[in-house]
């Protein structure tokens, strides 16, 4: 049986994919308790820069195994309400695994993107998505509300009316609607995804670590920060930041004309 989620790790870069091709990268437990487990691997390992996230074959992830969801039928409701919340809950471990860890994490996008996969999508920093991707909400047409931390981010990338018509129509939207919304950064033609995603990788992987980490955080943590909180935690930063040996390579380079040669801190 194969692994459900890869790990592959190339220098400071770790990526993990979603590897259920056969089915349309749809997520099952097993997938679940794989990517709990990976999730937790690369947010612990300070080691990497970049973290990508990604589906095998012709598709992204086209949400939750109705064929799984379909055999859990067979139990009362009563039973049904506890597994599935217990399966929920398992995937909000990674899903707050990914937005807490302080690698950078890109999405790289293609063909289906739906249900939970619209989720994982959106927990992504940065996204690079195929012109033939195509996305939805998908869990009105099977009578389930978001999961994923789907009714979280959506609405703060795109704003709340917004929000409330992609997860109550659940209507579907191509590539170039997707980017007019700001839930991906590019759009490219397929050929092409993976080299975009190779030069976007490189130029995080490369970057100043802490201030990479830091103004990650930054925007993350402003949504539940005051003005004055936020100010804060922006003069701590960049003070943790000045104190670093890339802020002394930044600034010689700077004067002395040439690129910048980050390293380690």
Request: glycine fraction near 8%.
């Amino acid at each position: 049986m194969s692994d459900p989620i890869l790990l592959q790790r190339e220098g400071t870069v770790a990526t993990l994919t979603f590897n259920r091709p056969e089915a349309l990268n749809t997520l099952d437990f097993a997938m679940v308790e794989a990517l709990v487990a990976r999730t937790a691997e690369v947010a612990a390992d300070d080691t990497l820069r970049v973290v990508v996230l990604r589906g095998a074959g012709k598709h992204f992830m086209a949400g939750g195994d109705i064929r799984t969801f379909a055999g859990e039928l067979q139990h009362p409701p009563a039973e049904r309400q506890a597994g599935f919340q217990r399966m929920v809950e398992r995937v909000h471990a990674a899903v707050e695994t990914l937005h807490r860890m302080a690698h950078p994490v890109v999405g790289c996008v293609h063909g289906a993107v739906a249900g939970i996969g619209f989720s994982f999508m959106n927990a992504c920093d940065l996204v690079v998505a195929a012109d033939n991707a195509y996305f939805t909400s998908a869990y009105r047409h099977i009578a389930l509300t978001p999961d994923g931390g789907g009714s979280w981010t959506l609405p703060r990338i795109v704003g709340m009316r917004k929000a409330m018509e992609i997860l109550l129509l659940s209507e579907r939207f191509d590539a170039a609607e997707a980017l007019r919304l700001g839930l991906v950064n590019k759009v490219v033609a397929l050929d092409v995804l993976d080299t975009e995603v190779d030069a976007l990788v490189r130029a995080l992987a490369a970057a100043p670590v802490m201030a990479v980490r830091n103004a990650r955080r930054l925007i993350r943590d402003s949504f539940a920060h005051s003005l004055s909180e936020q100010l804060q935690a922006e003069a701590i930063s960049f003070g943790q930041c000045s104190a670093t040996a890339d802020f002394a390579e930044g600034i010689a380079a700077f004067v002395e004309k040439r690129p910048a040669r980050f390293g380690k801190n």
